[in-house]
């Protein structure tokens, strides 16, 4: 059988030869499948003859195939006589076909004769040449998968499910915006090599690139946080239930949400079913895993406060949360996340307000400066703030599809978590007093917010001053043996790279020699990476390299820029990128946000306004009566929030005299309407 199959396929190679441009064209419009027609015949044997090399690799014998078909038959009985449709059973019998015809190559189906013409029943000589040549390759390329499995083509995908929103993890396809913004999401996550899920429900693994996001965000902020006068720290994971109950309004916000750990050791099943949690080890007290650190930090504040002098008191933490979530999307809402959380404890009012409002700013500053991201400052209206907060405030940012996303919050605490835990201090005339207290936080759903500002469909867009690497080189080798090129360009390589880490920027040069330069490109555009420099032995002997911006003004062409300039014109093309992203951002903001709108007219234009509708929508800015159960009914009956009060427009009071867009009554407020993530 092995020497049959060795035969047939030199003989095919052979025959195929024998008419050369229709080989030739064959060949080429098989390129990517990798033909190989090496079968690594001994060069000082006969090449028409097999070596014993080659029939040891043929690993399919005569009975195992007439196995196979007799197994194959059985299948196919089994499920005619179960009444299966006959589409059920076509695959089968297609594997069938192709066992028999191992063994018996006349038993191949022949080949499926091109579709005629309306008007022409006749084919012509080229025609017959082409039909006859591809199914000659068809038959070659099935005999040389017999020779080495690994050279057949990969089977066809199936074809996708019209709700089915998930790629292979190494599919490179983005879909379009403007087919589905929800999808290109997603893939976009995946390209860009930025996060996956995990084997745990809710949760993602985000991977290095991702990370390295995360940590430029975090070093902007930390400095920050510092700056506004908190110190970092850190407090347990596991909180005890008892804790949770000690604000009525807070365990209420986050009871739905709560992990909850019973148990403190497992043991093997008796019955043999694997572990089971020990019945003898049920914790009195159960613990939840951190949805946030309110109660620990205020259980530890009353150790630590006692006097006016010890106020202000302000911690930060980094750390991860757990909150339950049925409905996850990557970065935007996860049932595990990462995130910052200040917590601070003032001696009056005032002082507790005033920081809050002071971080929200801290907030505005970071996704403006550093992510190019405009946002409206606002608070919250009463059913929105956080669970035990008497006012919250927050940052919005609008997307590419019109939805809002909650970017960052700070909250007045008032005086709850301090009379929950009873923290006072002795005031400058000796009385004792309760504290008042304020919590502040951005999470990684920054990421999600960064990528859904700037990207496109040609992959992730980064602002330069969050971008992990801000320059990509990639140097163009030079020919094998031209050592005084390679000499040169490893010279001027060195010297391109020293000046652009000399003015400060991140600098990574791409010099995998098991890649091609242009699947490079691909690469770091996916990514995002801001600028791309070229540079071969051409470009060294011309005193020249090439820039490529991937997003703003000049991105479209290249630039050649002198080696002696290429520091200081990376530094200023790359700061012009981050303001061009920050001014693109903004216009959309402005433009999306519409005013002197009727409530039908919201209605009608939400009504069809889902996460995959690209562009979408927008924001409304309208006069309001706070109302809560109108605030109820417009989530019902459109799914629209108040997404904030936003602090510019009702710091000038133009609500007064106008009317409630919704009820008609005297307005109370502005008020940001809007879907969201």
């Known amino acids: 059988m092995s020497s049959i199959l060795m035969a047939s396929f030199i ?4 025959a195929l030869r024998l008419s050369t441009p229709a080989f030739r064209s064959a060949i080429r419009s098989t390129r990517n499948v990798n033909l190989n027609l090496n079968v690594n015949l001994n060069p000082n044997v006969n090449p028409f003859r097999p070596t014993a090399t080659t029939v040891l690799r043929m690993s399919t014998s005569t009975s195992d195939i007439e196995a196979q078909i007799k197994a194959k038959g059985d299948e196919i009985r089994t499920l005619k006589e179960s009444g299966a449709e006959k589409s059920a059973v076509a695959p089968y019998v297609k594997e069938l076909l192709a066992l028999k015809a191992q063994l018996e190559p006349a038993a191949a189906p022949p080949p499926p004769k091109a579709a005629a013409k309306e008007d022409d029943d006749t084919e012509s000589p080229e025609e017959s040449t082409a039909a006859n040549t591809s199914f000659a390759v068809k038959e070659l390329l099935a005999l040389k998968a017999q020779l080495e499995p690994s050279a057949a083509p990969p089977p066809p995908k199936a074809a996708a499910k019209e709700d089915d929103n998930a790629e292979s993890p190494d599919s490179d396809f983005i879909c379009p915006r403007k087919e589905n913004y929800s999808k290109w999401y997603n893939d976009l996550i ?48 596991l909180i005890p239930k008892s804790f949770l109950s000690k604000e009525a309004e807070h365990v209420e916000g986050f009871a739905k949400e709560c992990a909850v750990v019973t148990h403190h050791r497992l043991k093997a099943d008796p019955e043999g079913g694997g572990l089971i949690a020990d019945p003898d080890a049920v914790l009195e007290d159960p613990l939840i895993i951190r949805p946030t650190s309110e109660t620990m930090i205020w259980h530890m504040f009353k150790d630590w406060i006692s006097s006016h002098r010890d106020l202000p008191l302000k911690i930060n933490q980094w750390a991860n949360v757990m909150r339950w979530e049925l409905r996850t999307r990557p970065f935007l809402r996860t049932s595990e996340f990462l995130w910052q959380e200040g917590h601070t404890a003032h001696a009056t009012s005032e002082g507790a307000v005033e920081d809050a409002r002071a971080m929200l700013e801290q907030y505005a500053g970071l996704c403006e400066d550093m992510l190019s991201m405009p946002v409206v400052k606002g608070y919250k209206s009463p059913s929105e703030r956080f669970a035990g907060a008497e006012e919250t405030f927050t940052i919005e940012a609008l997307m590419q599809n019109g ?12 005086q709850s ?5 009873d923290v006072k201090f002795q005031d400058r005339d000796g009385k004792m007093e309760t504290v008042w207290g304020t919590s502040w936080g951005v999470s990684t759903r920054l990421i999600g917010a960064l990528i859904m500002t700037h990207s496109d469909d040609a992959g992730l867009v980064l602002p330069p001053r969050v971008a992990p ?20 360009l490893d010279s001027a390589l060195d010297d391109l790279v020293a000046g652009l880490k000399g003015v400060g920027l991140r600098v990574k040069v791409d010099d995998r020699d098991y890649m091609r330069n242009g699947a490079k490109y691909f690469e770091w555009e996916r990514k995002g990476v801001p600028l791309r420099i070229e540079l071969g032995p051409r470009d060294v002997k011309s005193g020249s390299c090439v820039f490529k911006y991937r997003a703003g003004i000049d991105s479209e062409k290249k630039q050649f820029v ?19 992203l920050f001014v693109a951002a903004s216009e959309r903001l402005q433009k999306g946000i519409r005013t002197g709108v009727a409530y039908k007219e919201m209605k009608e234009l939400l009504e069809n306004d889902t996460a995959g509708v690209y562009p979408g929508v927008g924001m409304f800015l309208v006069p309001w009566k706070c109302d809560e159960a109108n605030e109820d009914k417009i989530k019902e009956e459109c799914k629209a929030t108040i997404r904030c009060y936003p602090l510019k427009e009702n710091g000038a009071e133009i609500w007064k005299g106008q009317k409630c867009f919704y009820s008609g009554d005297d307005a109370t407020h502005m008020a940001l309407f809007g879907r969201a993530f």
């Open 11 to 14: 003989g095919a190679s052979q």
């Open 190 to 237: 995946r390209v860009a090599d930025l996060a996956q899920t995990s084997p745990v429900r809710g949760c993602m693994v985000i991977k290095p690139w991702g990370m390295s996001l995360w940590d430029s965000i975090r070093t902007d902020l930390d400095a920050r946080v510092i700056s506004h006068g908190a110190s970092n720290a850190y407090f347990p994971l």
């Open 403 to 414: 939805w809002a996303l909650q970017s960052g919050t700070s909250h007045f605490l008032g």
């Open 417 to 421: 978590f301090g009379k929950a835990f």
């Open 469 to 488: 690497v801000q320059v990509v080189v990639v140097p163009i080798p030079a020919k094998k043996n031209d050592e005084e090129g390679k000499q040169k």
């Open 562 to 580: 002198d080696l002696a300039d290429v520091a200081s014109t990376a530094e200023r093309g790359l700061e012009d990128m981050q303001k061009n």
